[in-house]
């Protein structure tokens, strides 16, 4: 017995519109303080006003959101009491606005409470993602991540109950974004859709749509970077990240993700290139270990015919790599400016927080503690995994 | 030598797995906390787990016999399931099958040595009747 939640999708040109059609009373949007400075919050603000809403904005979302920043939301939803709660924004704004639904209907609860198996019983308000990047998957998903700013260190958790009620998907929103933010966005829907394809948690309801999602980013990811008004890749960008979001959403993801959030929390990177720098190793490590169905991946996309499973894997990451190297993803450790000994000394807890992450253990293979110590050498130096 | 689960001798045989894994005993080695898996309307099986080993581990006919930092709840098809590696454990919990009491995030941070645990289970010869 397995779960899978979606949200209602609006997608394509003119989602946005959408909201017009909406009812309810008073919107409360989290954001963050970019968006309403390039005016794309008084473009959801408008489309609320016209569906009859009263709404109140609260812009204080910082990359990677902290357990203090949602317990202020809360508070604010507390005193406008909305009947909708909108998140717009990248994946931070989006978590922030799950917890903060939370915090809001359920003030007993700390964030760090939520998880899975308890039952939220939410029902004053209902939720709206709206992605302003190509990448996080956040609309589609129950999960988010928080920072505890204090333990300098991140945790994912969820509830079935947070998936957005719905997730509106307007190509025109990513559309200003720049080029570096649409590389690493992309490349973290790149990595949910191939690690949620080859997780342990993978079945029948989520394959087709993670092979659908790393081809389209294959495929696009690419246009979008060097072109940001190429709306049929931005389209096709965002189509992919929900995809892939609906994908990974239920069936978990692998080890890059373990690493990457490990490694992101710990030397402050960005999450989809903290990920991405860690997938084609992990793709390399799990079919040197004969795992990982990555062929099917590599023929979806159109990358070979090769029916030999290894040759269709390594044909993949070393695509990957060449897609991660157009788009200006650094390929190893050093590239990110980090020197050895900084390294070394953080080496024990990228080990222990890769291993403690929530995405470690679905991983289709899994290394032991030195093998993982291993691998995050082998990342700083860029050498190949050869075990 | 197959062990008829649940039994106190199979207790005993989960036991003597746990203490010799050395895949458990790594991943475990900053674990602290006690456990009892219950089947629902019978017998508990009581973990006194530290540092990567097995202090003390009992069959407890009355389940709830013991106050321990955390309890898993199933029925006995669920437990058989989860022994045959048929249904992993942190998707019975989040589906419910299983049910925990106990702090969730301290077992989502310990994931790999939960399941190193149900590695040693898997491993006892089991017969069911
Ligand atoms: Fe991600």
């Not at chain 1, 408008?46 to 979302?61: N, S």
């Not at chain 1, 359920?106 to 760090?112: A, G, H, I, K, S």
């Not at chain 1, 690419?222 to 929900?242: C, I, L, S, Y």
């Not at chain 2, 050395?22 to 602290?32: C, F, R």
Request: with cysteine; hydrophobic share 40%; aromatic share 8%.
């Amino acid at each position: 017995m397995w779960y899978f939640s979606s949200p209602f999708v609006v997608f394509g040109e003119e989602a946005l519109g959408h909201l017009e059609q909406l009812s309810g009373e008073r919107a409360l949007i989290v954001t963050d303080a970019t968006l309403t400075r390039l005016g794309i919050v008084a473009r959801v603000e408008e489309a609320l006003h016209k569906a009859g809403m009263q709404t109140r904005v609260f812009d204080e979302v910082e990359p990677e959101p902290s357990l203090q920043t949602t317990k202020r939301g809360a508070r604010v939803a507390a005193d406008f009491q909305p009947d909708w709660i909108v998140g717009l924004g990248g994946g931070s704004p989006m978590d922030a606005s799950k917890a903060i639904w939370a915090m809001y209907e359920r003030p007993d609860l700390e964030p760090t409470e939520i998880n899975p198996m308890i039952t939220l019983g939410l029902h004053k308000a209902r939720l709206i993602a709206i992605p302003t990047t190509a990448g996080t998957g956040s609309e589609a998903t129950w999960a988010l991540v928080l920072t505890d700013t204090e333990e300098r260190r991140k945790f994912s958790t969820g509830s079935r109950e947070l998936v957005p009620t719905l997730a509106i998907v307007d190509p025109s929103l990513t559309q200003g974004l720049p080029p570096r933010i649409t590389a690493d966005t992309g490349l973290d829907a790149l990595t949910h859709a191939i690690e949620g394809y080859v997780t342990v948690w993978r079945n029948d309801f989520t394959d087709g749509l993670c092979l659908k999602a790393a081809q389209l980013v294959l495929t696009y990811l690419e246009r979008a970077v060097r072109n940001g008004d190429d709306m049929e890749a931005r389209e096709h960008m965002a189509n992919a990240a929900t995809i892939a979001g609906l994908g990974f959403g239920n069936a978990n993801l692998g080890l890059g993700h373990a690493m990457g959030h490990s490694f992101g929390a710990l030397f402050k990177q960005p999450h989809g290139r903290a990920v991405a720098l860690f997938l084609p190793y992990t793709i390399d490590y799990t079919t040197n270990g004969g795992l990982g169905r990555y062929g099917d991946i590599a023929r979806f996309a159109g990358l070979t015919d090769s029916r030999d499973e290894e040759e269709a894997a390594r044909i993949l990451a070393v695509r990957v790599r060449e897609l991660e190297q157009a788009v200006g993803q650094p390929m190893c450790i050093a590239d990110f400016g980090i020197d050895r000994a900084a390294f070394r000394e953080m080496l024990p807890r990228l080990v222990e927080y890769a291993e403690q992450d929530t995405q470690f253990f679905t991983a289709p293979r899994i290394p032991d503690t030195e093998e993982l110590a291993q691998m995050f050498e082998y990342v700083y130096e860029g050498r190949s995994i050869d075990f | 030598m197959s062990y008829k689960f649940p039994s106190p001798e199979w207790v005993k045989a989960f036991e003597e797995q746990i203490n010799s894994s050395d895949a458990y005993a790594n991943a475990a080695k900053t674990w602290e906390g006690d456990i009892t898996l219950i089947i629902d309307g019978g017998p508990g099986i009581y973990l006194d787990l530290w540092h990567g080993k097995c202090r003390a581990a009992e069959y407890l006919t009355d389940p709830h016999s013991k106050n321990p930092e955390f309890k898993i709840t199933g029925d006995l098809e669920k437990w058989k399931k989860v022994l045959a590696g048929k249904l992993d454990p942190v998707q019975g919990m989040v589906t419910r099958q299983l049910k925990l009491d106990g702090n969730l995030v301290k077992i989502m941070k310990n994931v790999k040595a939960a399941q190193e645990l149900v590695r040693c289970a898997t491993r006892v010869p089991t017969t069911f009747e």
